[in-house]
């Protein structure tokens, strides 16, 4: 810690929690205790660059169940950029592909004397799952449609780099909102900061059912996009979906893509985000993606802050009891 406290780094008194398995049940001074630590952090590395010690001899396991690239390796970065070790985990070819439970995995797996879960699986509930089975710290990096916290926060984190505030502004998510995780991530995270969030997409991509929580719905981009100082475009995910939500790719594209006509009716100063992987000419054109609205790269690199915050947090959260954890208290 004394390293630590040299850097300029803290732990605050906002944050117990051992395990980082949603932004639903965070509140709004945890959210900002992610993204204050987050902060420091990519100071004290040069900008996620170079290396700390602040968690040497401790070690993260990855254990991913579907396929990733980025969010793999920003937890690998984020790990030793902490210095951390890691241990990196496939399911092919693994135990699991000859019959073993996840859950029997992740405990060898922790058994080995590692410190953190990292996990991603197509299960919603699956980090919830080995919170209460591992004596370890687990940490979301995506269960199925249901959350992708570190996406939430790396996207507010952005966000509050260049606004300063996250209070008061309006923020579309645009797309596939019914199989998206990362736009669940927002939206909870966002209104717990006090942004107006709209969910914009083709209506069978969009229910109306989230206006009952809150949020407003739009069907029509075109109307919504003056009000919005952010844009979230998010991907198409015709993996998780058992049939084509709408009658062509060119007609979506047509109706919700972010293109250099659209951008004249946009604010002046409108950030465009987009989570990853991107699809040119289908959410977004490549003038935009790569023009000076476009925060998309800062976003990668945001990704690995907020990571060596959730791992540095909850490896420092404090030592209130494991049976708290496995009550699902913390």
């Given at each position: 810690m004394s390293d630590a406290a040299q850097l300029g780094i803290t732990v605050p008194a906002a944050w117990t929690r051992r395990h980082l398995l949603d932004l639903e049940g965070l509140n709004g001074d945890e959210i900002l205790a992610l993204l204050d630590v987050a902060d420091q952090l990519k100071t004290a590395t040069g900008?996620?660059?170079?290396?700390?010690?602040?968690?040497?001899?401790?070690?993260?396991?990855n254990l991913f169940f579907e396929n990733s690239t980025r969010t793999r390796n920003s937890f690998s970065l984020a790990a030793k950029r902490l210095g951390a070790d890691t241990v990196e985990f496939s399911s092919t070819g693994s135990s699991v592909a000859k019959g073993e439970t996840f859950v029997d995995t992740a405990k060898t797996i922790e058994a080995m004397g590692v410190d953190w879960v990292v996990t991603r699986h197509r299960t919603p509930g699956t980090p919830h799952l080995l919170a209460r089975e591992l004596g370890c710290s687990v940490l979301n990096a995506g269960d199925g449609p249901h959350d992708h916290p570190t996406q939430g926060l790396l996207d507010m984190l952005?966000?509050?780099?260049?606004?300063?505030?996250?209070?008061?502004?309006?923020?579309?998510?645009?797309?596939?909102?019914?199989?998206s995780r990362t736009a669940r991530a927002n939206l909870w995270g966002l209104s717990k900061l006090g942004a107006h969030v709209i969910v914009c997409g083709p209506p069978t991509l969009v229910s109306q059912r989230w206006a009952e929580l809150g949020f407003e719905v739009a069907h029509d981009l075109d109307e919504i996009l003056p009000r919005c100082d952010v844009l979230n475009l998010l991907r198409i995910q015709f993996e998780r979906q058992a049939a084509r939500p709408f009658p062509s790719v060119h007609e979506y594209a047509n109706l919700y893509a972010m293109n250099v006509a659209r951008m004249k009716r946009a604010k002046d100063n409108i950030l465009i985000m987009a989570p990853g992987p991107i699809n040119r000419g289908v959410e977004i054109t490549p003038e935009v993606a790569d023009g000076p609205h476009s925060v998309i790269l800062e976003q990668v690199t945001?990704?690995?802050?907020?990571?060596?915050?959730?791992?540095?947090?909850?490896?420092?959260?404090?030592?209130?009891?494991?049976?708290?954890?496995?009550?699902?208290?913390?």
């Open positions: 900008g996620c660059r170079h290396k700390i010690s602040v968690l040497a001899g401790k070690t993260c396991a952005t966000i509050r780099q260049h606004r300063g505030s996250i209070e008061g502004l309006t923020v579309a998510l645009v797309g596939d909102i019914a199989h945001n990704g690995i802050a907020v990571r060596m915050a959730a791992l540095y947090l909850t490896a420092n959260a404090g030592n209130h009891s494991i049976a708290d954890d496995k009550a699902g208290t913390r």
